[in-house]
């Protein structure tokens, strides 16, 4: 647990906002035939179960596909920015669950925007490793009980600097993204 507020570690950098290559749908082909090297097996996981608004091949037709999977971060995602779809191919799975798992890794982490931020303090936070997950508070900036990640670590005599991705929970998120 980091706490800006008690005076552990301040705040070095704005906090920036990365909305590069934003993902809500992902098609995960798999299952490869071995006469053909075609994959047999497609699973997609996007905003809604079985249903998909506006097919590519006829706009404003909406689609019934019992392959779909929906989830709230996808559909949270595209009332946003849209359906942003991409395709993959796994050719090491066999199974639909695994596609299913693939493609709901993929959308946690490119359906919305990543924010960042680095933090410094005393010697003590020599002891995290990159890679750590941790909680961090900072009123300041409206961060209470954020989960972060440590991305780096900088130390400067007896200063050491974090570098943060925050992950923010978009069922309790209030703010607006932009």
């Given amino acids: 647990r980091l706490d800006a507020d008690s005076g552990q570690i301040q705040r070095e950098t704005l906090i920036t906002t990365q909305s590069a290559d934003v993902v809500n749908e992902v098609a995960v082909n ?12 497609r699973r997609i996981v996007g905003a809604v179960d079985s249903t998909r608004p506006d097919d590519e091949l006829e706009p404003d037709l909406v689609t019934v596909d019992d392959r779909m999977f929906g989830g709230y971060r ?3 995602s595209q009332s946003i920015y849209g359906r942003q779809p991409i395709e993959i ?6 199974d639909p669950t695994t596609a ?6 993929i959308i946690a982490a490119q359906a919305l925007p990543r924010r960042y931020v680095e933090y410094s303090g005393g010697s003590d936070l020599e002891a ?19 989960v ?28 607006l993204i932009s």
């Fill in 89 to 94: 191919t796994a050719q090491a799975v066999w």
């Fill in 148 to 175: 972060t990640q440590i991305l780096d670590i900088t130390t400067s005599g007896a200063s050491v600097l974090l570098s943060l991705e925050l992950f923010d929970d978009p069922v309790i998120s209030n703010r």
């Fill in 74 to 76: 996808a559909a949270l």
């Fill in 30 to 41: 798999f299952g490869p035939d071995a006469s053909s090297g075609a994959n047999v097996f």
């Fill in 100 to 105: 299913i798992l693939i493609a709901q890794d």
């Fill in 128 to 146: 995290f490793d990159i890679g750590d997950i941790l909680i961090l508070n900072d009123s300041a900036v409206r961060l209470a009980d954020v």
